[in-house]
């Protein structure tokens, strides 16, 4: 069953384990902590969950889901042009964090990977797999993006897609620790950038061939 079919009483636990456990982190959100934001009594936990460990799985899927979702339904998906849905996405994230003054609460796969890879194996195993899914999705978008408009360049899509995620999960630590999004911002215009020289990059060592040959 999914997050999005679960019965009310269990849904209202999953939205209050994402809501804290994003906020505090895994050690320190309590199972009644979670039962008193959801408003659900302690027997009602246990009826639908076995353990906190069993709430962590089911939040990080539930947050995970919705992520793609929004991304499902973001307005770079409907560029034609694969190039504008790179940089449509870089939009988006800035977009949807808030604006620079704004503290995000940043990403739950992100502060369960940090908190539990060495404790937990197998919530280790789903942020990675979450992960992998978040690389693809960006790769392939690259990927058409470079063969439209880049294909003699040398990048690889699925290293940039990882590059880029470990930019916004890096940025995503700076910005609580400063309290503001700045760095989050600063980051992703920065891989915009370096995207950018990349795709002029090729443009230019395309032009440069065909002169040669003409």
Do not use: W
């Not at 991304?71 to 449509?88: I, M, Q, S, T, W």
């Not at 899914?133 to 294909?151: C, N, S, T």
């Not at 040398?154 to 760095?183: C, E, H, P, R, T």
């Not at 990059?201 to 040669?212: F, L, Q, Y």
Request: hydrophobic residues 40%; proline residues 2%; positive net charge.
């Amino acid at each position: 069953m999914t997050s999005t079919a679960l019965p009310e009483t269990q849904r209202k636990l999953v939205d209050a384990g994402v809501k804290l456990m994003r906020l505090r982190g895994y050690n320190a959100t309590t199972v009644d902590e979670i039962c008193a934001d959801a408003g659900v009594t302690k027997g009602g936990f246990f009826h639908y969950f076995k353990s906190k460990d069993d709430i962590a799985k089911a939040a990080v899927t539930h947050f995970f889901e919705d992520r793609v979702k929004n991304y499902g339904a973001a307005p770079f998906r409907k560029a034609a042009d694969p190039l504008a849905r790179v940089f449509g996405r870089l939009d988006y994230v800035k977009e949807t964090t808030g604006d620079k003054t704004h503290v995000t609460k940043g990403c739950l796969i992100g502060v369960f990977t940090q908190e539990l890879a060495f404790t937990n194996p197998e919530i280790r195993g789903i942020c990675q797999n979450f992960f992998s899914r978040m690389a693809r999705d960006f790769a392939q978008d690259l990927d058409e993006a470079k063969a439209a408009h880049a294909p003699d360049t040398k990048f690889d899509a699925k290293a940039l897609a990882q590059f880029y995620i470990s930019i916004v999960q890096g940025s995503l630590m700076l910005a609580k620790a400063a309290g503001n999004n700045d760095v989050l911002h600063e980051n992703i215009e920065q891989f915009r950038s370096h995207l950018k020289f990349l795709f002029r990059r090729a443009a230019g060592d395309r032009a440069g061939n065909a002169k040669s040959r003409n």
